[in-house]
């Protein structure tokens, strides 16, 4: 029940624009390279929570996507992504929207897998790849990852989503998620700003990216600034269209430590948009760089699957 209080997660399956529906295959070769661009995060955390609605699912707080949509209409979204996804009824708008305002389901299903498998994140690196709301890399955070870097498409999710969600999960340093049972109370939403009282140390551990995935692996190969490729990257929901998969692939192969490991979890298959996850592992095997396993399988409603992805001459 926790998981419907996170409207965003409601929806099972991307919606794609009806008007790009028609224009897919011209969408699809016009896909834009969109420049990388790292996001500093604001001295004043009060500002970034400043007029946000937080609420609670599992443990972790997120920002109302309706509030959002609300005040994102104007200046704030210098992308106009939430007035183009409002007005189109479209989850997914390609080259220009992609999805990262929604919390999708398959990340709640790879946050039971992390407690189930006991996935160990202490002092690792961990690249957050399609964050969107930025769970995924909150709970890596919060499990005393060394480091954890997030990316989405859109950098309105960043600022707008991403960032509040992360300094407002930081606040709270001492509060873990629970598991099993004790995750099923989600707690009511907090209508007030939350005061930013707590743990930069938290926050001097992670870096947030904007832009095209081989943009910002240039971006991170290419930096000034120190960069050690990832141990742990995590993936959700980002393979449901399979012109990406090429770009996706070469972002896995460039960034993942050569004895790293990739957590990926989709839908079986994506209908309207074409990918799903036997897709991409036939494309994964014809590149022949990585092994995959299929680490769990849910079969409740669409079935959805967890895919591990290491390099073939890892250990």
Request: proline content about 3%; glycine content about 6%; charged content about 25%.
């Amino acid at each position: 029940e926790s998981r419907k209080t996170a409207d965003p997660a409601t929806d099972s399956s991307p919606k794609l624009d009806a008007d790009k529906q028609q224009d897919e295959s011209t969408s699809k070769k016009k896909l834009c390279v969109k420049a990388a661009k790292e996001h500093s995060i604001p001295k004043d955390l009060n500002k970034i929570l400043e007029h946000r609605v937080m609420e609670t699912v599992l443990d972790l707080s997120y920002v109302k996507l309706s509030v959002v949509e609300m005040t994102c209409l104007g200046d704030a979204d210098s992308e106009g992504i939430v007035s183009k996804s409002v007005s189109s009824h479209s989850d997914l708008i390609p080259g220009v929207y992609e999805g990262g305002l929604k919390i999708w389901e398959c990340t709640f299903d790879l946050m039971d897998y992390f407690s189930e498998a006991e996935i160990e994140f202490t002092n690792k690196t961990v690249l957050d790849l399609g964050c969107g709301a930025g769970l995924l890399g909150i709970v890596a955070l919060r499990s005393k990852a060394h480091r954890v870097h997030f990316q989405d498409f859109n950098s309105t999710v960043i600022d707008e989503i991403t960032l509040p969600n992360v300094v407002a999960n930081c606040i709270n340093e001492g509060r873990r998620m629970g598991s099993g049972k004790d995750r099923k109370t989600s707690k009511p939403p907090s209508k007030r700003p939350r005061k930013a009282e707590g743990s930069p140390d938290m926050l001097n551990r992670c870096r947030f990216f904007s832009g095209e995935w081989s943009q910002v692996t240039q971006l991170l190969l290419s930096s000034n600034k120190p960069f050690s490729k990832y141990d742990i990257i995590l993936t959700s929901e980002t393979i449901y269209n399979p012109d990406y998969y090429s770009a996706l692939h070469d972002a896995l192969a460039q960034l993942l430590d050569k004895n790293g490991c990739v957590y990926l979890a989709s839908k079986v298959h994506y209908f309207g948009v074409g990918g799903g996850i036997y897709l991409f592992e036939k494309f994964i095997a014809e590149k022949n760089v990585f092994r995959t396993t299929m680490v769990k399988t849910i079969d409740q409603g669409l079935q959805r699957c967890i895919m591990e992805i290491a390099f073939k001459d890892s250990f």
